[in-house]
């Protein structure tokens, strides 16, 4: 018996990486094959086709870092997140994951940091328009009654939304909740911690199944002749642009006795670092963060419990407990999980 392999990877386009796969016959792994991450061999490929190296010299490795069961092939078939590294054994320039692994290797995982992502995006049929627009220059009733709709009026694309949620659990992908978003054809998923079921949201694992997710959504796609798009801002005009809010904490953010003044410090920390962020946060963010649309300027730092319209965003729970966690809404749905995870320990840990 044989098992199939995708190996997965980000490329090197610019302004904003793509993912890449190929698929390798090896033979049959045990089904806790996720857990023996050396049962995957390193793997070469031509990295002068993903814009990642010149043709005379363009051999890099394919490192695996992380391996899921794949929904889509089923049994003995595998999803596994590599890192890309050059045929010394160094990171890639272009392997932002090693960047957070520094991070957390120079003191951040002392503090025990949990990370989730809410993935926003929007479906386009195969002329690139949305779901629920219509064809041309046409355009839908004003947003209001899409967000978490009901109804084929309202509601675009569930049957991919849901195929593709249904994959994620069955590859144990750290996925915990799905809705229609507030522009037709725009959804969003979230990856990160689950009470009850997760001990922890580590970093590292947090954005490598978002990653994983955001595969198994574009692979899903090509069964419905559908494409997903992670554009901060698809339309222009009156409609809600597309983010990847990122909720964090440390182990004092958490704690009740550091909680408050944990709060203030990061608070204080992000504050004085705001440029530098959304220098990091996504290609285009400059066309969703404007002020309006549950947006803070991208030129403006603001802080607020329940504020949808801050840049950090304090939580009803929070803000009542004086502990627990934060939420940082300017990230841009194509937003980079590993470089926003970075920036933050960096920013409030190191």
């Known amino acids: 018996m044989l098992s199939r392999v995708e190996y997965i990877w980000m490329d090197g386009a610019e302004p904003t990486q793509k993912l890449r796969s190929k698929t390798r016959v090896l033979p049959r792994l045990p089904?806790?094959?996720?857990?023996?991450?050396?049962?995957?061999?390193?793997?070469?490929?031509?990295?002068?086709?993903?814009?990642?190296?010149?043709?005379?010299?363009?051999?890099?490795?394919?490192?695996?870092?992380?391996?899921?069961?794949?929904?889509?092939?089923?049994?003995?078939?595998?999803?596994?997140?590599c890192e890309v590294m050059n045929v010394d054994g160094t990171p890639h320039k272009t392997n932002t994951?090693?960047?957070?692994?520094?991070?957390?290797?120079?003191?951040?995982?002392?503090?025990?940091?949990?990370?989730?992502?809410?993935?926003?995006?929007?479906?386009?049929?195969?002329?690139?328009?949305?779901?629920?627009?219509?064809?041309?220059?046409?355009?839908p009733a004003p947003q209001g009654p899409y967000y978490c709709g009901v109804g084929s009026d309202e509601v675009f694309g569930r049957p991919l939304v849901e195929e593709h949620l249904t994959a994620c659990m069955m590859a144990n992908v750290m996925i915990y909740g799905i809705n229609a978003e507030v522009m037709p054809g725009q959804w969003e998923f979230q990856i990160g911690y689950r009470p009850g079921i997760d001990s922890g949201a580590d970093p590292l694992l947090v954005a490598d199944h978002l990653w994983l997710a955001r595969w198994l959504l574009y692979r899903i796609s090509e069964n419905y002749n559908l494409s997903a798009t992670l554009a901060p801002k698809l339309k222009d005009g009156d409609w809600n642009g597309a983010g990847m809010h990122t909720n964090f904490s440390t182990v004092m953010l958490r704690d009740e006795t550091t909680g408050p003044d944990a709060i203030k410090d990061a608070i204080s920390k992000l504050e004085e670092n705001h440029a530098n962020h959304i220098a990091k946060y996504g290609h285009g963010n400059e066309r969703r963060l404007t002020g309006l649309h549950e947006t803070c300027d991208i030129n403006t730092f603001k802080h607020g419990a329940l504020d949808r319209g801050a840049s950090i965003r304090i939580p009803e729970a929070v803000a009542k407990e004086g502990c627990g966690y934060l939420e940082d809404r300017r990230p841009a749905a194509n937003a980079d999980p590993y470089v926003v995870a970075a920036a933050i320990l960096e920013t409030i840990c190191l």
Not at 101 to 129: C, H, I, M, N
């Open 31 to 81: 089904k806790d094959a996720d857990m023996t991450l050396g049962l995957f061999p390193d793997w070469g490929f031509d990295g002068s086709s993903t814009s990642q190296s010149l043709g005379k010299n363009s051999d890099l490795i394919l490192h695996p870092v992380r391996a899921v069961m794949d929904p889509i092939r089923g049994m003995d078939s595998w999803l596994v997140m």
């Open 97 to 139: 994951r090693a960047l957070l692994r520094d991070v957390l290797k120079k003191g951040a995982s002392d503090q025990d940091p949990w990370f989730g992502f809410e993935q926003e995006y929007t479906l386009l049929d195969e002329t690139g328009t949305p779901l629920g627009w219509p064809p041309g220059r046409g355009v």
